[in-house]
Every structure is written in structure tokens, then in C-alpha cells.
């Protein structure tokens, strides 16, 4: 029997939803068997946005990389996730790994990197494919062969992108001297596509390798998004083994610069949030991520239940000062059943406690009054996860220590507050994430509580607080539609 056979692997992910383990979140996207990563392939065609990930249906370990699919029109209601491109032919034989999407004459094309290793060596091509009616993307022309000269072997992840309606792609690299990372563009003159060079920018040396970078537009503006590894920790960012981040500036395709760009900026300050993808629509800039880390298996026990990782909640993004601002899509809105409204108003409190349910969203503002210290606590029984503002040093702490199962530690960031500390928490079964300063910045990361129980959010300050005004909704289930 073939190693990936579509309709075996389907009719047995058909079977698996709804997804029934207490760690299954309800409204991220995730798979019943199997590790998934990178989101891929975001588009919209014929009136559905198109998601692609990167998913090993044989395993928990990162091979076998095959490409799962689903669409949505409204980000909630899904098809059943289904294999759609896996490694069957010589050129990627290694894995199909990360790709963008692009609607086009009516069709749904992907752009792939064919994963091949030939005794130790890597062989990365660049191939083309077009999504099928039986959900199957059929392989196409490769465009980039190999590695160009000066860069190693770890040369992929293509991101599509126009310019003045000429078509280009960005792709991570590794130059060849002192293994450095960066990003290469490419045109497509005449059918074929012409190397234009590394983009260069200002950042110097910034780690060995650069993964799934995206061009963007956001007005006058040029964003790349980019995931550098090899970057050291600092006091207060770059906090993860490998970090997801951007720098805005203005991108001259005749000169490779990125002219005038921002300081490097993380895209999440959360623990779990790697390889984002973001999809420019109808003046939307919508992001998905990949909720995981590589190289940090041991901090993800659905390991031992046969499944690993989840996609982020989908984002839309703006650019302000060059900054970018985070917001949950306004779609997600329909998942709220039931609300309740918090109002504290003059009401002097330092503590406050709150049920919550299997699904909730949590939208508060916290007038600090004369506090110094506020922590917003979700607790699971004995266990706890802690966010804690200190307004003195102006920072945000995510304190995992107190879970017993999974990734610990902290994460602590700047974060700029006046008077008021604005939160919005999204709490599913496993994932949370955490916009602060509406959307300022933004933290995604994953608890394994031990007990099967709704947990309780509780607030604390060590003056009271002037104000606690919010809601607290419920959040239904992302909804998986057996297909016609
Ligand atoms: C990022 C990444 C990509 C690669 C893919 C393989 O997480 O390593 O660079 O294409 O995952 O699954």
C-alpha cells in the first residue's frame, strides 16, 4: 500500500471529528492524528478562503510533510480537512514543504518547496501545482531547480507577491559565507523567473537562517515578515528559540533595498507562535500562524495522545507608525452564544473572580487607579497561568511556572500603559491568546491543564482598582461540514 493513500487518510480524518480529546481546542484549527505546522497556501477563490498547513499524517515528528486543506467562507464553518499534496515523486520525495496560494484564471495554484535529500545534501525546487476538483493538487512545473550559487541548501518557503503588475516571489535563504541568514526575490520575466538578488536591509548579521518570509503592502508601506533562527534572547524580546517578526520600510525592486526600514519587531510575544502566513483581501491583511515551536517537542504532551499543534485564530493587521497592530478577524464574533457584562465602576476592588466556560472571550478594561501591580489569572484547579502587568517597569509578564504539564517559564515584554490596561483573552481547551492594548501586542501560547475543568479568571491588584468594566462571552466551536 502507498505510504500516503488520499482516500484512506481521509475517510480516517472524517472519523476523527469532532475532535474528542480534553486538550482538543474548539475554534483553532487543529487535526485529530498526526503534527501539523506551517499555514500555507492562504488564499480566496470562487468565494472561499482556501487554508493549507503543513501536516505529517503518520507521525508526530517533523517528516513525512504532506500539505492538508480546508476552506471557509466565514472562518468558522470549515470542510473536513483533507490531504491534498504529499511527496510521491522524486523531487520531493523529502517532503512538500511550506508554500503560498494564489487564485488565477480560475484557478487555485500553489507554489511548493520540493524537500529532496540526496546523501546528506539538500536539493530544494521550487514547483507549481493547481488544486483538483477530488481535493488533490496536481504537481506542476518547477521553476527554481536548485539553490542558486552563494546560498546553501536550505533555500525555500516561496511567498508570492505583485508590484506595478509584475509578478515576484521572496524565499528564505542561508548564504553560503558564514551561513548567514536572509531572503532572495525573484521576477517573472517572460515565463521564466529571473534570481534579482538578496533584499538588503540594515539589520547586519541576524541569525543562520531566515524561514517563510512574506512581502506585504500596507499603504505606502512594504512589510516583510520573516522568521529569523539563531537570534540571542534579550531582556525583553526574542524570548523563543526561534523568533517570527518584521521590519516596514520602502522596498526598491531596482536597488534590493529596503530603504528606511523599522527595527526588527516580534509579530507575537507569546510561547507558541512560529511561520505566520498573511493574505492581503479586500484591504484586509489576514493572519494565520503556526501555535508550536520547532525543536521544542517535549513542551507539547498531545505528543503522546497521537496529535500535535493548532493554527492561530485568524488576525487582521494594521500598520500604524510602523508598528503592527493585531486584532482578532471580525468574523470571529459569530462565535459568541452567550454574555455576560462586568461593571465595577467606582468600585474600588483589588480582586475579583469569574467561571468561565469551555469557550470564552474575555474584553476588560482595568483603570489602575493607584495599583502598581494587576495580575489577570486563569486557573485550572490547583494549576495557573499568570498574566502580570508592572506598571513601574512597564512590562508584561506570561507566567506558565504554575501549569503542571507542557512548556513552562515566562515571557516578558514591554508594554506601554497609562491608565488603562485593555485585555482581550481568548481562552480555548488548550490555546490562548492574549491581545493587549488593543492589539498592540499580542501573545499566543498553549496550557495542558491536567484536570478536565472550566477554569476561573481571577483579577488582582495590589491597590484597588478604579474601574473593571468588560464582557465575558462564550465562545461556540468551529463547525466541520461533512462535504456534499
Ligand atoms: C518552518 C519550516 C519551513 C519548512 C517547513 C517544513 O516551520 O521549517 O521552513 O518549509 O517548516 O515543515
Known sequence: MEKFDKKTIDAKLAKGFPLEHRWHNR?????????????????????????????????????????AHVKTRDFIHYTLPELSLWPDDVHDKDGCYSGCGTSENGELRVLYTCNRKEDGVRIPAQRFGTLQADGSVRKEEIIIPDHPEKITGHFR?????TRHGRRYLIIGAQREEEEKGTALIYEEVAGKWKNLGEIHTRLGDFGYMWECPNLLQFGSYDVMIFCPQGLPARAYDRQ?????????????????????????????RGFDFYAPQVFEHEGRHLLLGWMGMPDKDADYPSKEHG???SLTMPRELRLRQGHIYSRPARELRDLRVKESVIELE????????????????????LELGEAKIVSCVLHYGLEKLVFSYDREQQTMTIDRDGMKNGGRGKRIFKLFVDQKLSLQLFV????????????????????????NIQPELEIHSDCPLENIVGNIWELDSYKFEFRA
Open 27 to 67: 475554534f483553532h484549527l487543529e487535526m485529530p492524528f498526526g503534527l501539523i505546522n506551517d499555514p500555507n497556501g492562504f488564499a480566496y477563490h470562487q468565494g472561499a478562503y482556501h487554508i493549507f498547513y503543513q501536516w505529517n499524517p503518520l507521525g508526530c515528528e517533523h517528516k513525512n510533510k504532506c500539505w
Open 157 to 161: 518557503d516561496p511567498f508570492l507577491f
Open 240 to 268: 523563543n528559540i526561534y523568533q517570527a517578526g518584521y521590519i516596514a520600510g520602502h522596498l526598491s525592486l531596482d536597488s534590493m533595498d529596503m530603504m528606511q526600514h523599522t527595527k526588527f519587531q516580534e509579530l507575537d
Open 307 to 309: 496529535w500535535m499543534y
Open 346 to 365: 467606582h468600585s474600588m476592588v483589588s480582586s475579583l473572580c469569574q467561571p468561565l466556560f469551555a469557550g470564552s472571550e474575555i474584553l476588560l478594561t
Open 428 to 451: 480555548d481547551k488548550a490555546a490562548v491568546e492574549a491581545f493587549f492594548q488593543h492589539g498592540e501586542e499580542v501573545a499566543s501560547l498553549l496550557v495542558f491543564p491536567e484536570k
